[in-house]
């Protein structure tokens, strides 16, 4: 079975004491750069192609927010790079500064737990940089790993899954487009009102709200349910980074675990010709009726104009599993779970509360509803929504419920966890003890060596677990090309 090699990246809200929209881009990119040790800002951007589409086309331009137009308007930030602030960590990831967001990008990783472990240890990176940013500026900084302002603004959450080229957009469209409106009910962030659209006092994910097209490159603005992006960060000849914009940031990393491997599910039924025939009329209208939902019945338009439900459709992809996935041990502790959710959530949410964001979120604002008399939808109310996604473990709702034993997280924080050793992803993190490492990317090393530069390419399929941390530079170049 194909072995899909994923990341996440995280654009973290960031709250500056002091300070507005109007700073924002400045204020992220001090906090990166406040990340405690040596980090190397050395991205090579000749290989970023955000405008390439899946569909053969390049893009003339990518569409930008009008909002976040209007604040850049007049301002010169200087180079890009410098604005960017590119961080390469000695644990393979990226971190920098995404137009005003800190951004953390986990390194590959080709199991889930892997995966979740890195993304835990992102949050507490992030943190660490913006508590040493605190310091040196005086200024009370907070951090949220959530996905909108509440004043019309988002941010996103990426998944990037490296699939084989000859799969194409169509068969990719197909295969995963009912998977991402579905799977929000498993795995949504939760998100008090509506801030675009038909007004409600809750919603089950925070990102439904931003989309307005079924498919194109974008996602700053008319965002796509499918993201075209192709920009593989690998042999454009045989990969493409499936490049996922639809899904919430979790505090839960069950609801992370979930989310990632429904779509791995749906890419190993497609590796086996066994995807379940679903195509929705309007995935756009779907997700956005569906996150509303509060009725928990959750129907959607199939193209034939016939209604199905969002378990109907996870039930199709499950089922698809457990007949032709038998024996993978991480597809049948995915098909369990995402069972159990689905067999409460209709009459029994209390049961799964502590294993889905959005309904231990609905719960604590309701409970805060009955206790004070506010009123869903007041900005006090949207604070404690905001406060459930603080990442710093002694302020954060979350954490709190965690504490309390409210909700199940068995991920440990660990600052300082090293790269996966079966990914490139340790090929590019022992680079950066070398002072010789010129710029490097995700696909890519660049050496200057005795005045002259030597390129290495970094294969996504190799496993570079034997490349020792202990070679002097020739024998590391050496080593991690016949690895």
């Not at 998977?179 to 962030?189: F, K, P």
């Not at 307005?212 to 980074?241: C, G, K, M, Q």
């Not at 979350?398 to 309390?404: E, G, N, Q, T």
């Not at 993190?429 to 890519?444: D, F, Q």
């Amino acid at each position: 079975m194909i072995s899909f090699v994923t990341g996440l990246e995280t654009e973290y809200g960031c709250s500056v004491e002091g300070r507005g929209a109007n700073t924002q881009i400045d204020d992220a990119q001090a906090l990166v750069r406040s990340l405690p040790g040596e980090c190397r800002v050395i991205w090579d951007y000749r290989v970023e192609s955000p405008r390439q589409d899946l569909r053969g086309f390049r893009a003339d331009r990518l569409e930008v927010d009008p909002v976040d137009a209007a604040f850049d308007e007049g301002k010169h930030y200087g180079p890009s790079e410098e604005v960017r602030a590119d961080q390469i960590l000695a644990n393979g990831a990226r971190f920098y500064n995404d137009h005003g967001h800190p951004e953390y990008a986990t390194p590959e990783c080709r199991s889930l737990d892997d995966l979740l472990a890195h993304d835990r240890a992102g949050e507490a990176i992030v943190l660490q940089a913006a508590r040493a940013y605190a310091e040196s500026t005086g200024r009370q900084t907070t951090i949220y790993k959530n996905n909108t302002d509440y004043h019309g603004a988002s941010y996103g959450f990426h998944e990037s899954y490296l699939v084989p080229r000859d799969w194409g957009f169509e068969r990719l469209y197909a295969a995963l487009t009912p998977l991402l409106v579905a799977r929000i009910i498993v795995c949504g962030a939760g998100k008090a009102v509506a801030e675009s659209g038909r007004p409600c006092d809750y919603q089950i994910s925070q990102r439904a709200d931003f989309f307005s097209e079924r498919a194109s490159v974008d996602t700053l603005y008319r965002r796509p349910i499918f993201n075209t992006r192709d920009e593989p960060h690998s042999n454009p000849a045989d990969w493409v980074r499936l490049h996922v914009i639809a899904g919430d940031a979790n505090m839960m990393p069950s609801c992370t675990w979930r989310k990632v491997g429904l779509i791995r599910l749906g890419l190993a039924l497609m590796a086996v010709d066994a995807v379940p025939n679903i195509a929705l009329a309007d995935p756009v209208r779907a997700i956005q009726a569906v996150s509303r939902d509060m009725t928990r019945r959750f129907e959607i338009a199939v193209e034939d104009r016939i209604m199905t439900t969002a378990y109907e459709v996870l039930n199709a992809y499950l089922d698809a599993g457990e007949r032709h996935l038998a024996g993978d041990a991480e597809f049948g502790r995915l098909i369990v779970d995402v069972r159990e959710i689905l067999e409460s959530l209709p009459d029994r949410p209390d049961r799964i509360a502590g294993r889905v964001d959005w309904i231990a979120k609905r719960q604590l604002l309701q409970t805060v509803v009955d206790e004070t008399g506010l009123r869903w939808g007041s900005s006090e109310l949207l604070a404690y929504d905001l406060e459930y996604h603080n990442v710093d473990p002694n302020e954060g709702l979350y954490f709190a419920l965690r504490d309390a034993g409210m909700v199940k997280d068995a991920i440990p924080t660990d600052l300082d966890i090293p790269a996966p050793r079966d990914t490139r992803a340790r090929a590019r993190g022992l680079a950066t003890r070398y002072p010789e490492l010129e710029r490097a990317s995700w696909g890519t090393l660049v050496f200057r060596l005795d005045g002259e530069l030597r390129e290495v390419t970094l294969d996504p399929e190799r496993d570079y677990s034997h490349v020792s941390p202990e070679l002097d530079v020739d024998d590391f170049i050496r080593a991690i090309r016949t690895s």
